[in-house]
């Protein structure tokens, strides 16, 4: 009967996946939809200029035919004469850019620049240089604010950042929704069993964490290239690897499921009898559950984050739809919602699948196709520098919850905790979402590169560096606002516990988590600036002097604080990750005013010497 069964899951699950890839195509009708690279407007003219006598009395009016070719005329590459050469474009950008420009200047440009920098009458100590032209006459002449003003910028990363935040609230509902039916069961035991299997796969899940975002910001450098091949080899590769660790993960917890639950369940725990064959069967998702993250990735890289965000929402849909059928109309309980689940993780990994390769991003014979060490280098190089900034965030979580819970032997502290904690996580769902698109516009804007459908020059260090600051002050208010909302929903947050002590421990920590989330804003932002530039070590290297703070705050404030003093501590953690994110930014990272300067001054050093030669050889 049971066979039966699984077979006719099958086919339900296979219908699904058909019908879900035909909805999330046709949800993103548009021109060259199911191609990478769609055709540019000047290879349509070129072929209008070819159409014959012939080809106009088989079907194209003369009118419309010498009306296209006017059209074809007077249509010219455009430069921008501004002294930074920056231009913001109203209508699509061709290549996924938000902001174009050029950075090259002239002797003659540079002057002009500086005449202008001193009739604004700016100090020029105080002013940020680029290339001989400050922030504030271009900002004056350009209409290139650093502060949101709802223009072609802010509409181009709203329509990245609302699919990105959705896509980060729908994946937290598998487990959820999982949590909730087994809860239903009304048996502890099997809510624990479940919930230590699922903290496991989590966890072992989370040594390959780096690949979505190391993959997504190769993907969105390529991508801004026209490199076809390019944005597949990224995306292969990672694939590849996540192939491998999951050929190497998945039979480790097939057969020797007790030695990974030991982890958090003691032997002779009665949670082991729910949590392992929850483990063995939520094992086989493992694989798929790489593939849905790493399609993922390859969607932002392309600036499209509204295929996953459909993607997300129908396997979630059949995941709660599986989960009450499978635990209680067939009565398999806990491994019934691990089946739900693994079903789910089968129908996103298919559609990412089928949809990446019908758009050309995939090909399925370089998944399995062993890639050359220089190509996977700058995956490897770059997820073992995040990996080590990973392993520092894990273990300041895990520092956190040992100190709570010694405080006090009464568990009043650590459901304070919890309860702040909460606070503290509701708007970083939304702080998360900006951070990935950092991560994704940034690479792509800092590619220089021509608009195939305007003719103009677009991108470069000083359209991304717009771009960062466009997105630090959305970052700074969005993180004001939502700490405010928080304040004024306190009083219905701390309603969700019954016990006093535990709302009167949690009232201090609970406003300097609101607080902190105007830190926040830039903090994320600032670290997804960092990811974007591929400066994963850098990124790294800041992470862990916060840590370093952090666990030192630890060592004597909740000593005199208590609780409180373990949320003094984050304020520490994230003030000191704020101050890496300045350095980056002004000091040393690639968009440092000086660097962005100096590479100016580079390029105009290289045209003068390649005029020099054009000279001699006439």
């Known amino acids: 009967m049971k066979v039966l069964f699984l077979g006719f899951i099958f086919l339900i699950t296979t219908d699904y996946i058909r019908i879900t890839t035909s909805f999330v195509v046709v949800g993103t009708k548009q021109p060259g939809a199911n191609r990478l690279f769609p055709p540019a407007r000047h290879e349509q003219q070129q072929r209008i200029t070819t159409i014959s006598a012939g080809d106009r009395k088989n079907g194209i009016p003369y009118r419309k035919w010498t009306k296209q070719l006017r059209a074809r005329?007077?249509?010219?590459?455009?430069?921008?004469?501004?002294?930074?050469?920056?231009?913001?474009?109203?209508?699509?950008?061709?290549?996924?850019?938000?902001?174009?420009?050029?950075?090259?200047?002239?002797?003659?440009?540079?002057?002009?620049?500086?005449?202008?920098?001193?009739?604004?009458?700016?100090?020029?100590?105080?002013?940020?240089?680029?290339?001989?032209?400050?922030?504030?006459?271009?900002?004056?002449?350009?209409?290139?604010?650093?502060?949101?003003?709802?223009?072609?910028?802010?509409?181009?990363?709203?329509?990245?950042?609302?699919?990105?935040?959705?896509?980060?609230?729908?994946?937290?509902?598998?487990?959820?929704?999982?949590?909730?039916?087994?809860?239903?069961?009304?048996?502890?035991?099997?809510?624990?069993?479940?919930?230590?299997?699922?903290?496991?796969?989590?966890?072992?899940?989370?040594?390959?964490?780096?690949?979505?975002?190391?993959?997504?910001?190769?993907?969105?450098?390529?991508?801004?290239?026209?490199?076809?091949?390019?944005?597949?080899?990224?995306?292969?590769?990672?694939?590849?690897?996540?192939?491998?660790?999951?050929?190497?993960?998945?039979?480790?917890?097939?057969?020797?499921?007790?030695?990974?639950?030991?982890?958090?369940?003691?032997?002779?725990?009665?949670?082991?009898?729910?949590?392992?064959?929850?483990?063995?069967?939520?094992?086989?998702?493992?694989?798929?559950?790489?593939?849905?993250?790493?399609?993922?990735?390859?969607?932002?890289?392309?600036?499209?984050?509204?295929?996953?965000?459909?993607?997300?929402?129908?396997?979630?849909?059949?995941?709660?739809?599986?989960?009450?059928?499978?635990?209680?109309?067939?009565?398999?309980?806990?491994?019934?919602?691990?089946?739900?689940?693994?079903?789910?993780?089968?129908?996103?990994?298919?559609?990412?699948?089928?949809?990446?390769?019908?758009?050309?991003?995939?090909?399925?014979?370089?998944?399995?196709?062993?890639?050359?060490?220089?190509?996977?280098?700058?995956?490897?190089?770059g997820g073992a520098a995040l990996q080590l900034r990973n392993f520092a965030l894990n273990f300041v979580f895990l520092a956190v919850t040992r100190v709570t819970q010694s405080i006090d032997s009464t568990g009043v502290a650590a459901a304070a905790h919890a309860l702040s904690i909460q606070t503290f996580q509701i708007g970083g769902i939304v702080l998360l979402g900006l951070s990935t698109v950092a991560q994704t516009v940034v690479p792509n804007e800092m590619v220089e590169r021509t608009d195939p459908k305007t003719g103009k020059r677009i991108g470069g260090r000083l359209a991304a560096k717009m771009v960062v600051q466009r997105l630090m002050s959305w970052g700074f208010l969005l993180g004001t606002l939502l700490g405010s909302l928080q304040i004024l929903v306190l009083p219905l947050l701390h309603q969700s516990t019954p016990l006093e002590e535990v709302r009167k421990s949690a009232r201090i920590p609970s406003y300097l988590a609101s607080l902190y989330q105007i830190i926040n804003g830039l903090v994320f932002i600032g670290e997804g600036v960092m990811v974007g530039c591929e400066n994963f070590f850098q990124l790294s290297i800041s992470t862990l002097m916060a840590t370093f703070g952090f666990l030192w705050c630890l060592r004597s404030l909740p000593t005199k604080f208590g609780l409180t003093g373990v949320w003094i501590g984050f304020g520490v953690f994230n003030t000191l990750r704020l101050v890496g994110v300045w350095v980056h930014q002004a000091r040393n990272g690639p968009l440092a005013p000086r660097n962005i300067m100096k590479k100016n001054n580079d390029n105009d050093g290289g045209k003068k010497q390649k005029d020099k030669k054009k000279e001699k050889q006439k």
């Open 73 to 381: 005329s007077r249509r010219r590459p455009s430069i921008t004469p501004s002294a930074a050469s920056i231009s913001i474009e109203e209508g699509d950008d061709g290549g996924g850019g938000v902001v174009g420009g050029t950075t090259e200047l002239s002797s003659q440009q540079q002057q002009s620049a500086a005449a202008t920098t001193n009739t604004n009458n700016i100090n020029p100590q105080k002013a940020i240089q680029y290339g001989g032209a400050t922030s504030k006459s271009m900002d004056s002449s350009l209409e290139v604010s650093r502060w949101p003003r709802f223009d072609a910028l802010d509409k181009k990363l709203t329509a990245i950042a609302i699919p990105c935040i959705l896509n980060y609230a729908i994946n937290p509902l598998i487990g959820a929704v999982d949590l909730f039916w087994v809860n239903r069961m009304g048996d502890p035991l099997a809510v624990a069993g479940q919930a230590a299997a699922n903290q496991m796969f989590s966890t072992a899940f989370w040594l390959a964490s780096f690949l979505p975002s190391v993959t997504a910001t190769l993907v969105s450098k390529e991508y801004a290239k026209g490199d076809e091949q390019g944005v597949q080899d990224s995306v292969c590769q990672a694939l590849f690897i996540g192939v491998v660790i999951a050929c190497i993960g998945t039979p480790l917890m097939l057969m020797y499921p007790e030695k990974v639950l030991s982890m958090v369940l003691s032997d002779g725990a009665p949670a082991m009898e729910f949590a392992k064959p929850y483990l063995l069967i939520r094992a086989f998702a493992f694989l798929p559950a790489f593939m849905t993250v790493i399609g993922f990735s390859a969607f932002r890289g392309i600036l499209d984050p509204g295929t996953p965000v459909r993607i997300s929402f129908f396997a979630n849909l059949f995941n709660a739809i599986l989960d009450p059928i499978l635990i209680f109309k067939f009565k398999l309980g806990v491994p019934g919602a691990a089946m739900a689940t693994l079903a789910a993780e089968l129908i996103s990994a298919a559609t990412y699948l089928t949809i990446l390769r019908k758009r050309n991003i995939i090909r399925l014979r370089r998944i399995l196709r062993l890639p050359s060490w220089d190509k996977l280098k700058p995956l490897l190089t």
